[in-house]
C-alpha cells in the first residue's frame, strides 16, 4: 500500500500544476477580453491612442497564453482561449477599419484563421454602430465608406464554404451579418435621401 500512496501522492502533484495552468489561462484570457472590449470602446469615442495601448497590452497576453502547454487545458479552456482570440481580433479589425490602417492576417496577430474569420464576422456589428454614430454627427461620407467596408466582409465570409465541424458558428454570424447589413442600408439610404432633398430645396430657395 505504501507504494499505491507515492502514486497517488505524484497523480495529485500533476493534477495540481495542471489546475494552477488552468486557473493562469483562465485569469490570462479574461483580461483578454475586458481589454479588447475597452479597446471597441475607446475606437468608438475616437481614443485611438487608448485603443492601440489596449490592443498592444491584448497582444501580449495572448502570446503569454500560447506558450501554455495545450495537453494542460481541457477543451472549455481551449474555447476560453479561442473566444480571448475572437475579442482581439474583432477590436484589431475596427481599430484598422476606422482609422484607415492596414488589415493583419491572423499570422501578424498571432491569432488562428477560424478565430479570425469568427471575429471578423462580429466586427460587421461594431461597424454598423459605428455607421450609425457617423449618421448622427453629420459626417454621411463617412457612413458611406465603413458601409462598403462591410459589404465587403460580408460578401467575402458569404464566399467562404466549409462543413460546420470545420467552421463553427461562422454560418450564423453570416447570417447575423447579412440582417444587419440591410438594415444599416436601409437606414443609410434614407439618410441620403434625406440629404438629397435638403440640396434641393436649397437649390430652389436660392433661384427663388
Known amino acids: 500500500m505504501e507504494e499505491l500512496n507515492k502514486i497517488i501522492e505524484e497523480i495529485i502533484k500533476r493534477f495540481e500544476k495542471k489546475d494552477k495552468i488552468r486557473e493562469r489561462s483562465l485569469k490570462l484570457t479574461r483580461q483578454a477580453v475586458r481589454l479588447s472590449g475597452e479597446a471597441i470602446k475607446a475606437i468608438h469615442r475616437g481614443q485611438s491612442d487608448v485603443a492601440e495601448s489596449k490592443l498592444g497590452d491584448v497582444r501580449k ?3 503569454e497564453t500560447m506558450e501554455i502547454p495545450s495537453d494542460h487545458l481541457a477543451p472549455f479552456h481551449t474555447r476560453i482561449l479561442e473566444t480571448a482570440q475572437q475579442e482581439y481580433v ?25 478565430s479570425f474569420l469568427l471575429g471578423l464576422g462580429d466586427v460587421v456589428g461594431e461597424l454598423r454602430r459605428y455607421i450609425l454614430d457617423s449618421i448622427r ?17 460580408y460578401y467575402s465570409l458569404m464566399s467562404i464554404d466549409f462543413p460546420k465541424g470545420l467552421i463553427p458558428n461562422l454560418r450564423r454570424k453570416v447570417d447575423t451579418a447579412r440582417i444587419l447589413l440591410e438594415k444599416t442600408h436601409g437606414e443609410l439610404t434614407d439618410v441620403l435621401h434625406r440629404e438629397k432633398l435638403r440640396s434641393e430645396i436649397k437649390k430652389l430657395e436660392k433661384r427663388s
Open 137 to 153: 454627427s453629420g459626417s454621411i461620407s463617412e457612413a458611406e465608406r465603413i458601409f462598403e467596408v462591410m459589404d465587403s466582409i
Open 90 to 114: 474583432e477590436a484589431s479589425l475596427l481599430d484598422a477599419i476606422v482609422n484607415n490602417k492596414k488589415i493583419h492576417s491572423p499570422e501578424e496577430l498571432g491569432v488562428s484563421d477560424l
Open 61 to 63: 497576453i495572448l502570446q
